[in-house]
C-alpha cells in the first residue's frame, strides 16, 4: 500500500518527455560512427531525471574507414581491429544541480552515469579471418558497459536543445582470441520534449 502510495505521489510530481537525435563516436581511430538516438525522461524531481534510451548504429561500411584504417590495410598490409557498434542501449539518472532561467529560456547543465549494453560486429574482411571459426564465434557481442558524461540543454520549459560528452568502457573478445579494452567517446545531440 505504502509503494502504491509513494508511485502515485511520485507520478503527480513529475513529468514524462522524450528526446531524439544523433550520437558520434570521437575517439575511435579506424572507422566513423554515427547513430539515431531516442531516449524516454522521466522528471522525477526538478533536478533529476531518470531516462532509457537506445541508439541504433547503421553499418557505413568501406566509407565509415578512416584515412589510417586504409593506410594499414593497403600500404602496411596490416589487419586493424574493426569492431562497430551496432546498438547501444542505456538506464542513466540524470543530475542537473546547475540551473538558470533567462526569461522565457531555461539552462540546466550537470552530469549523468549508470548502466548499459552495447552490441559491436567484428568487420571479418578486414580482420582477415573469413571462414576462421573462432573468429566468426565473436564476431557479434553483448558487452555490459558504464555510461556517464556531462550534459547541458536550453530551451524552454516543453521543448529544450541537449548536448552531451559520454563515456562507455567495456572488454571485447578479437577474432575469438584477444581480450581488447575498448573505450567509446562519444558526442550527442539531441532535442527534448516534455
Known amino acids: 500500500m505504502v ?5 502515485v505521489s511520485l507520478s503527480l510530481a513529475s513529468s514524462l518527455g522524450f528526446a531524439a537525435g544523433g550520437q558520434g563516436l570521437l575517439n575511435d581511430p579506424f572507422q566513423r560512427a ?8 522521466w522528471a522525477v524531481r526538478p533536478a533529476l531525471d531518470l531516462e532509457v534510451g537506445i ?25 586493424p581491429d574493426i569492431s562497430a557498434p551496432r546498438w547501444q542501449a ?16 531555461q539552462s540546466r547543465s550537470g552530469f549523468y552515469g549508470g548502466l548499459g549494453l552495447i552490441q559491436t560486429v567484428d568487420d571479418l574482411e578486414l580482420l582477415q579471418a573469413q571462414g576462421d571459426p573462432q ?6 557481442q553483448w558487452h555490459g558497459t558504464p555510461v556517464y558524461g556531462i550534459t547541458s540543454e536550453v530551451g ?6 541537449r548536448v552531451r560528452m559520454e563515456s562507455t568502457h567495456y572488454v571485447e573478445t578479437v ?6 579494452m575498448k573505450g567509446g567517446r562519444a558526442l550527442v545531440v539531441e532535442v527534448l520534449w516534455h
Open 90 to 105: 542505456h538506464l542513466v539518472a540524470v543530475g542537473l544541480p546547475l540551473q538558470a532561467r533567462f526569461g522565457s529560456l
Open 175 to 180: 577474432n575469438g582470441t584477444t581480450l581488447e
Open 3 to 7: 509503494a502504491a502510495l509513494l508511485l
Open 34 to 41: 554515427l547513430g539515431a538516438r531516442i531516449s524516454g525522461l
Open 55 to 79: 541508439v541504433g548504429f547503421p553499418s557505413l561500411g568501406n566509407s565509415a574507414l578512416r584515412p589510417l584504417t586504409n593506410q594499414l590495410i593497403n600500404e602496411n598490409h596490416v589487419a
Open 156 to 161: 524552454t520549459e516543453q521543448i529544450r536543445a
Open 135 to 140: 573468429a566468426m564465434a565473436t564476431q557479434v
